[in-house]
């Protein structure tokens, strides 16, 4: 039992989530600007407060909505307007004209760096990928392919492309979910702070972080495979050197 479990894992279930964490990662990366226009965002401003003051109405309230996410945000004037996107791009602007004009302004841009480190940790992450794939099928595409993909060095090549993405890729979205948080709590607070004169809008933490945590678990499963192929690989060579 327990040694079909290690049979299968690598075999069928580590490219599925190979494949999945790759392409949750790819949705959170383009969301909202390039796809997911009203379905996905790192952080949302929309109607309402944070901290309701005595005569809000919380029910039914309608304004402006910005979604922001890594590569540009997408904006609408009300609930039934239709949305207007930045151009994605490595270095966004995001569009907040649709915002009251006593809205504190105080929004940038994240590090300016961060959108291309994340764009080369998925073509990294890509690459893994591909070779992880083929190399756990190697025995089924032909002598010639089977003797390459079987090479030790394909199996550190693998490693290193997918530790590089796989590292890449996290702390640049940890430095976009702190931006993003500190973010939040100022804007709110500067909100509060405005009294009944401020705009009844309020930031929150929106659903494509919690797309990259899962994306991310996801993904140590087939990095954590070849790792431990790799391991096992070079264990006679090691014990003959001790030896």
Known sequence: MIDTIIKVIPLYLAPVLALTSTLLTLFAYLAPAGMLHTQVALMIISPGRSVPLPG????????????????????????SASVHCTTPSTTPIY???VLPSN?????????????????????????????FSLSTIRE???????????????????????VLGYMIGLIAFLVNRMWFGNAVN????QIAQMGQGGPQIQANLS??????????????VPLMCVLMKLHHASMPATEKSVA
């Open 56 to 79: 809000d109405t919380q029910d039914n309230v309608d304004g402006p909505t910005i979604r922001m996410g890594t590569v540009g945000s997408c904006a609408q004037s009300n609930n």
């Open 140 to 162: 089924r595409l032909g002598g010639k392919l089977n003797e390459i993909l079987g090479k030790p060095a394909v199996a550190r090549a693998a490693a290193w492309v997918g």
């Open 103 to 131: 809205t504190p302004m105080f929004l940038q841009s994240p590090t300016a760096t961060t959108p291309a480190w994340i764009a080369a940790a998925l073509v990294f992450w890509t690459l893994f990928l591909v070779i």
């Open 207 to 220: 659903n494509g972080f919690t797309m990259l945590w899962v994306a991310y678990a996801f993904g140590a």
């Open 186 to 189: 100022n804007f709110n607070i």
């Open 95 to 97: 569009d907040f004209s």
